[in-house]
């Protein structure tokens, strides 16, 4: 059982890297495209996060334990003090050398990445439906991560190839390594501090969903962009009525 579950989470967290790794490969070497389509797939990817989050996660969080409302807020806080620290306290915009402009955010994302790879594990612990149905909006986000990594660094004056390794490191590689820490610990957890977890993940999601993937989107202002995220419900919505 644990070999199939362990399987099951390296795989989803493997692929995403891989995503991610596609994403980064593509606007180092098609800049222009990349910059060009990078909306569509937030866009679809926030749907998916978003509509997954609240029809079925926070449902089953609620089920496992009571208090899942409060580390619900404590994993949608969590992540956003954890930005806003990072932008008042480590590095203003204008105060950096070019290169902390760079590295900063690659930091941040590293460590978004790596808790990536901790929902993973959390989610399919759980069953296998919610672990599914968290990975397909995460996984699709990861492809636009890897773009504005690479971007970031290459703006904070990184050279084409540094910048490819190093948003690999930061935004790819630190997902897997995500689920090698965490699977082990997770596995063991008793339901309620399971359903704990799964509350402050589903906070992390709607965070990303909703506070990172759509203002990026708006920012973009594409036309079809709603589509897209109209497309990314849906999804999530057929998903969890076909096996529910």
Known sequence: MFANGFTAVMLT????????????????????WGREHSAYFMSFAAGVLISV????????????????????LVGFLGIYLS???????????????????????????????????????????????TGVL??????????PEGIVTFVLLERGGFSRKKSTLYAFLAAALSTPLGTLVSYPFINTIERPTLGA????SAGALVYVGASHLLPAVEREQRRYSILALAAGVLVAVFIILSKG
């Open 197 to 200: 977890l799964l509350a402050i």
């Open 134 to 143: 968290a990975a397909t909006g995460m996984v699709l986000h990861e492809f």
């Open 83 to 129: 930005n806003r620290l990072v932008q008042l306290y480590v590095c203003h915009e204008y105060d950096c050398e070019d290169y902390a402009v760079g590295i900063i955010p690659m930091l941040g994302i590293g460590f978004h990445s790596f808790i990536d790879g901790v929902i993973y594990s959390v989610t399919f612990n759980v069953s296998v439906l």
């Open 53 to 72: 989050s609240f029809i079925h996660i926070i449902p089953k969080s609620f089920e496992m334990n009571d208090a899942a409302p409060v580390f619900l």
């Open 13 to 32: 967290s493997l692929l995403a890297c891989a995503v991610t790794t596609i994403g980064i490969y593509v606007i180092s070497k098609y800049e222009q």
